[in-house]
């Protein structure tokens, strides 16, 4: 069997290269994009351990399906308002919308 | 010297591998690719990785519904969004002034979990998990979560509302 020091560390790469998508992209989608990397991330390692280290014990697995759901309510709520952003100020580019600042 | 016998390598690790190459290389074209079409493809991919993680960890029903929600759900939904909002599909620089420095915080925090994954001893048990799994999480849904069920219903309706009411036409009354 795959050891669980493996699964951890492929978690935690999904989780940095996560990371990195959500903090260097200037798309309002491509950051969120990022989040759901990792949000994926923390599900492999929910799953991962609820196998390895608890694996008579479901809450690995209902805790993985609470973050697909909160995953997918965000995502939802985040592209609707994309969507409105861009119909208002044509542009989804984070760094232009800074009406908050003028 | 014992020679090097291809099939002594156990399926289990090639599908792992396989999938890593998937999940990990899907997640780097997500972050790199310059347009964002294509970045959103590779996010497909990333996914279907992830999909076969859950299978090699015998979690069907997550395999499942990993498959329909974000491969099909929100990889559509991300999809549409790219398509009304033209710009992006411009081929410019889609990375920020800062994306050295994302860089290194990603980096540093990868080094960190990877020492950390490694130093911990993992209280690691080899109780295989219930023939049942699915009637185990309908169980502990509808009883010990029921809660948090209920709660993440409510959370999804709204966020559907919410959805529709701020991405819908203004009408000319409005305005």
Same mark, same amino acid.
């Given at each position: 069997m795959i050891p669980l020091s493996w699964w951890l560390m492929v978690s935690a790469a999904l989780f940095s290269i996560g990371v990195y998508g959500a903090l260097s992209r200037k798309n309002a989608i491509g950051i969120l994009m990022g989040v759901e990397l990792i949000l994926n991330a923390v599900n492999i390692n929910l799953v991962a351990f609820w196998r390895y280290?608890?694996?008579?014990?479901?809450s690995g697995q209902v805790f993985a399906i609470m973050v697909i759901t909160v995953a997918a309510a965000e995502a939802a709520v985040g592209l609707a308002l994309v969507i409105a952003v861009y119909r208002r100020?044509?542009?989804?580019?984070?760094?232009?919308?800074?009406i908050l600042k003028q | 010297m014992p020679n090097f016998d +291809?099939?002594?390598?156990p399926l289990v690790s090639i599908v792992f591998w396989v999938m890593t190459v998937f999940t990990l290389g899907g997640a780097l074209g997500v972050v790199t690719s310059r347009n964002l079409f294509h970045a959103a493809l590779y996010l497909i991919l990333s996914f279907f990785g992830v999909t076969g993680y859950y299978v090699l960890l015998s979690a069907g029903f997550l395999a499942m519904v990993q498959l329909m929600v974000y491969a099909g759900a929100i990889a559509i939904l991300i999809l549409f969004a790219i398509m009304f909002s033209r710009? +992006?599909?411009?081929?410019?620089?889609?990375?920020?002034?800062q994306w050295w420095l994302s860089l290194l915080l990603a980096l540093a925090l990868f080094v960190v979990l990877v020492v950390v994954v490694g130093a911990v001893n993992w209280p690691v048990s080899d109780a295989a998990p219930a023939a049942d799994t699915v009637t185990q999480l309908g169980v502990a849904l509808l009883g010990s979560y029921l809660i948090p069920f209920e709660v993440v219903a409510v959370l999804l309706s709204v966020a559907m509302i919410g959805a529709i009411f701020l991405a819908r036409e203004k009408t000319e009354a409005e305005e």
């Amino acid at each position: 069997m795959i050891p669980l020091s493996w699964w951890l560390m492929v978690s935690a790469a999904l989780f940095s290269i996560g990371v990195y998508g959500a903090l260097s992209r200037k798309n309002a989608i491509g950051i969120l994009m990022g989040v759901e990397l990792i949000l994926n991330a923390v599900n492999i390692n929910l799953v991962a351990f609820w196998r390895y280290v608890a694996p008579n014990d479901i809450s690995g697995q209902v805790f993985a399906i609470m973050v697909i759901t909160v995953a997918a309510a965000e995502a939802a709520v985040g592209l609707a308002l994309v969507i409105a952003v861009y119909r208002r100020r044509h542009s989804a580019i984070v760094e232009e919308l800074d009406i908050l600042k003028q | 010297m014992p020679n090097f016998d +291809p099939s002594q390598i156990p399926l289990v690790s090639i599908v792992f591998w396989v999938m890593t190459v998937f999940t990990l290389g899907g997640a780097l074209g997500v972050v790199t690719s310059r347009n964002l079409f294509h970045a959103a493809l590779y996010l497909i991919l990333s996914f279907f990785g992830v999909t076969g993680y859950y299978v090699l960890l015998s979690a069907g029903f997550l395999a499942m519904v990993q498959l329909m929600v974000y491969a099909g759900a929100i990889a559509i939904l991300i999809l549409f969004a790219i398509m009304f909002s033209r710009r +992006p599909m411009a081929h410019e620089s889609q990375a920020n002034q800062q994306w050295w420095l994302s860089l290194l915080l990603a980096l540093a925090l990868f080094v960190v979990l990877v020492v950390v994954v490694g130093a911990v001893n993992w209280p690691v048990s080899d109780a295989a998990p219930a023939a049942d799994t699915v009637t185990q999480l309908g169980v502990a849904l509808l009883g010990s979560y029921l809660i948090p069920f209920e709660v993440v219903a409510v959370l999804l309706s709204v966020a559907m509302i919410g959805a529709i009411f701020l991405a819908r036409e203004k009408t000319e009354a409005e305005e």
